[in-house]
C-alpha cells in the first residue's frame, strides 16, 4: 500500500518534517522527491510504501530517495579548457605528468592527495611504499560523492584490497573492471582511473593513470597539478597523514540503494569487452529489492 503526502517548505522545514516522517514510520520504506521553485521552497512528495513481511529489509533499504534527472549534477565548463579527456600520470618510481605536462619524481614514501576536485565531491588519493631504494605507488583510492573505490596492494601483495569501500550502491555509469593486472575505475561524471600492478620478487609497482573531463578544468589541486594551461604553479607537496587518506575511510553500517529513477539511470555500468565487471557486493540484493518494489 502506497500512501502520498505533498507539502511545501524551506530546506530547514523539510528536514524537520522528514525526522517527523522517519519517527512515525518506523519500519517502512520512505520516498522523498523535491523540487524547487522560484522562491527558493520545494514542493516535497513522499511516498510511504508499507512493509510486507519477507519483501523488504529495512536495514537494507532506509530511505529510497525520488530523484528528478533534471537536477542531477551539472558542472560549468571553464573557457579555455581542452576538449575530450586529459590525463596525468603516476608510473614506476614514481615519475609523474601533471595534467599540464610538468614532470618530476616523488621518491617519497606516505599517502598523497593526487588530485582534489574544488568544485564537487571528487579525489584521488594513492600511497607509496618503499620500492627498491625510494618508492612506488601500491595502492590509489577514489572518491565520488559517495562512491568510494579502492586498488590496495599496499602491505600483503598476496591479499589485496580490491573493491567497494562505500556501502551505498554506486551511481549509474560508476564500476570497477579488470583485465589481468590491470584495473580501472569508471566514474558517473565520466573520469577514470586506470590502475596497472606490476611486481617482481624485489618490489611492487603501480602505475595511475587519471583522466578527467573539461569540467575539471580549474577547478582540482594536488600531485597532479592544478590545470590550468600552467605548469609553473604545478606543486608536489600533497602528503596527508593516514588518518586523512581515502584508505582509512569509514562507511554507515547500513547498505542503501538506488532509488528507481536515480540520475543517469540508462548508463548502468557495463565491463568493456575484454574485462571483467568486479560489481558492489549488495548489487544483486539491490536489484532484487527494485524489483519488489515495483510489484
Known amino acids: 500500500m502506497i500512501r502520498e503526502i505533498k507539502f511545501q517548505g524551506t530546506c530547514d522545514e523539510q528536514q524537520g518534517v522528514m525526522n517527523l516522517l522517519g519517527f512515525l514510520m518506523m519500519g517502512t520504506a520512505v520516498s522523498l522527491a523535491i523540487s524547487q521553485n522560484q522562491e527558493r521552497r520545494s514542493d516535497v512528495l513522499a511516498s510511504f510504501r508499507a512493509p510486507v513481511e519477507d519483501q523488504m529489509d529495512p536495514a537494507l533499504l532506509e530511505v529510497e530517495e525520488k530523484t528528478d534527472p533534471d537536477q542531477c549534477p551539472k558542472y560549468p565548463v571553464e573557457s579555455g579548457a581542452p576538449g575530450g579527456i586529459t590525463i596525468c600520470r603516476s608510473a614506476g618510481d614514481p615519475h609523474l605528468v601533471t595534467f599540464d605536462g610538468k614532470r618530476y619524481d616523488n621518491y617519497e614514501v606516505g599517502y598523497?592527495?593526487?588530485?582534489?576536485?574544488?568544485?564537487?565531491?571528487?579525489?584521488?588519493?594513492?600511497?607509496?611504499?618503499?620500492?627498491?631504494?625510494?618508492?612506488?605507488?601500491?595502492?590509489?583510492?577514489?572518491?565520488?560523492?559517495?562512491?568510494?573505490?579502492?586498488?590496495?596492494?599496499?602491505?600483503?601483495?598476496?591479499?589485496?584490497?580490491?573493491?567497494?569501500?562505500?556501502?551505498?550502491?554506486?551511481?549509474?555509469?560508476?564500476?570497477?573492471?579488470?583485465?589481468?593486472?590491470?584495473?580501472?575505475?569508471?566514474?558517473?561524471?565520466?573520469?577514470?582511473?586506470?590502475?596497472?600492478?606490476?611486481?617482481?620478487?624485489?618490489?611492487?609497482?603501480?602505475?595511475?593513470?587519471?583522466g578527467l573531463l573539461p569540467f575539471d578544468y580549474k577547478h582540482i589541486d594536488g600531485m597532479c597539478g592544478s590545470w590550468d594551461r600552467n605548469r609553473n604553479n604545478d606543486k608536489s607537496e600533497w602528503e596527508v597523514l593516514p588518518e586523512d587518506s581515502l584508505f582509512f575511510y569509514k562507511t554507515t553500517d547500513v547498505m542503501k540503494c538506488l532509488p528507481k529513477d536515480a540520475c543517469n539511470h540508462e548508463k548502468k555500468f557495463k565491463a568493456q569487452g575484454g574485462w571483467k565487471n568486479l560489481p558492489f557486493p549488495g548489487q544483486q540484493q539491490c536489484n532484487k529489492e527494485r524489483a519488489l518494489l515495483e510489484d
Not at 584521488?124 to 590496495?152: F, L, P, Y
Open 112 to 210: 598523497w592527495v593526487m588530485v582534489k576536485s574544488i568544485s564537487r565531491d571528487f579525489s584521488v588519493h594513492a600511497r607509496t611504499h618503499e620500492c627498491w631504494r625510494v618508492s612506488c605507488n601500491c595502492g590509489v583510492v577514489v572518491k565520488e560523492g559517495q562512491d568510494v573505490i579502492s586498488v590496495n596492494y599496499c602491505g600483503d601483495r598476496n591479499n589485496p584490497y580490491v573493491g567497494f569501500m562505500s556501502n551505498k550502491e554506486p551511481d549509474h555509469g560508476t564500476g570497477l573492471e579488470r583485465s589481468g593486472n590491470s584495473y580501472r575505475i569508471k566514474l558517473a561524471s565520466g573520469a577514470y582511473v586506470q590502475v596497472r600492478v606490476n611486481m617482481n620478487y624485489q618490489a611492487l609497482w603501480v602505475d595511475l593513470t587519471i
